[in-house]
């Protein structure tokens, strides 16, 4: 008598994360970090830790994203194509930032 034999298998899980490892955090009217850099296929999360409503607007030109996020929302934006995206809260546009793909 021979065991029989099965064919192994092998069940490889990619994880994934509910939020990325880059992170903006939106507090007191402000993105901070204001400038992220990240690799090429990352996806950026944008926390709101205000009450208030904000945005994330593309200011390139096209623009590239316009995303609102309520207070206390958190939107996720992958980034496929390296470049250099600015960006403020289209309602108090003194809220600026920048996302570096590379
Ligand atoms: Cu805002």
Redesign the pocket.
């Known amino acids: 008598m021979t065991t029989a034999s099965y064919p192994s298998t092998t069940t490889t899980t990619t994880p994934v994360p509910t939020t990325s490892i880059y992170q903006v955090k939106i507090a007191g009217?402000a993105f901070t970090p204001s400038s992220i850099t990240v690799p090429v296929g990352a996806t950026v999360t944008w926390i709101n830790q205000d009450q208030?409503d904000?945005?994330v607007t593309s200011t390139n030109v096209p623009p590239t994203f316009d995303r609102p996020i309520a207070g206390g929302a958190t939107i996720n934006i992958t980034f496929t194509v390296p470049g250099t995206y600015n960006y403020i809260?289209a309602?108090?546009p003194s809220?600026t930032g920048v996302v570096i793909v590379k």
Do not use: F, R, V
Request: aromatic share 12%; charged share 0%.
């Open positions: 009217y208030a904000h945005t809260c309602i108090h809220m």
